[in-house]
């Protein structure tokens, strides 16, 4: 809802999908879309705290093979078939090169500044820096103590990170998600 009838883009004279402001089309649903963005906000913090939850006992190597499977397999699926239906229905998005979606499979393309098969697919590279931030923890022994500390060490990184302008800790730090996913493993 919120990407058709919730965006500022939407709500501008002559835009692309409606036309006219979509305030004016359905002003009880563009008032409530509007704040659709918060979902993949909520999603982080949701993450936190069940990728925390569901990490102890395990050793590093079991907590990256669970990822590995639960992920992979349908995020293979899904760049596979946005891939064919884009060279099936040219026009629709743009075509990438063989090499732009076979990098899109190890989703590292948003670190490696490629386009997404499907730009949905940038909330992956947030998630994936948050499991390789986590998977330290797990590796020293998850424990609360440890977290507890994790979560106070990359506060501080977020905060610091913008101001000290070194792109690889800003890169690794993500200081504009990095408190989404504290706040679901504080909880």
Partial sequence: MHHYTGTDRLDRPGNPVWDRPVSEIMPTVFHFSA???????IFFVISGFVICMSCWGRTPRQFFVSRVIRLYPAYWFAVVFTTAVVVALPGVWERLRMRDVLLNLTMLQSGS???HVDGVYWTLWTELRFYLLFLVVVAMGLTYR???VFCCVWGTAAMLAPISELRLMILIV???AAWFFIAGLVL
């Fill in 35 to 41: 704040y659709g963005w918060i979902g993949v906000e």
């Fill in 113 to 115: 500044a490629s386009p």
């Fill in 146 to 148: 440890r977290v507890v």
């Fill in 174 to 176: 993500n200081p504009v």
